[in-house]
């Protein structure tokens, strides 16, 4: 019986030093800077068998996720226009909102789980999440789903 493949989203600063070369030495190439995947791994310092292990396997969140409906959980201080600024910011990335729920905040702070649809014009939605998470009363951003 075939493995199912399974897939994992995780922060920049768990990924493995050599699978980040890979991404930029295949966006170099994409981008037409690099002439050839020699050129493109000598720029970034990994070996070409690194480059050739790795390039099929890992990609940048936002390169795949266009036409994809991303759900994450977002806790956040129950102030005045908090939840309209989080909301701004997906529209600013032209994300479409899909599904809004918002906890009764405890303690002052409130569980926003938002599932928003990423379109051809959406822009980077892993900038999107962390403008996000930088926001003032903002705790912590979760990606929860990726379907």
């Known amino acids: 019986m075939a493995e199912k493949t399974k897939y994992f989203v995780l922060k920049q600063k768990a990924v493995p030093e050599v699978l ?5 030495a295949k966006r170099l190439i994409d981008s037409g800077r690099a002439v050839s995947v020699q050129d493109a791994t000598d720029r970034v310092g990994i070996s070409r068998s690194s480059f050739y292990k790795y390039k099929d396997d890992i990609f940048p969140f936002h390169d795949n996720s ?6 994450f959980v977002v806790q956040l201080n129950d102030e005045p226009g908090l939840l309209s600024e989080v909301l701004h910011i ?4 032209h994300a479409n909102i899909l599904t809004i729920h918002q906890s009764i905040p405890v303690n002052g702070v409130a569980s926003l789980t938002l599932s928003v649809e990423v379109l051809n014009d959406t822009g980077d939605i892993s ?7 930088q926001q003032p009363g903002i705790h912590y951003l979760k990606i929860l789903a990726r379907e």
């Open 127 to 133: 900038q999107m999440v962390e403008t996000i998470e």
């Open 90 to 93: 997906v529209a600013d990335y």
């Open 66 to 71: 266009k036409g994809r409906t991303i759900t």
């Open 20 to 24: 980040l070369k890979v991404v930029e």
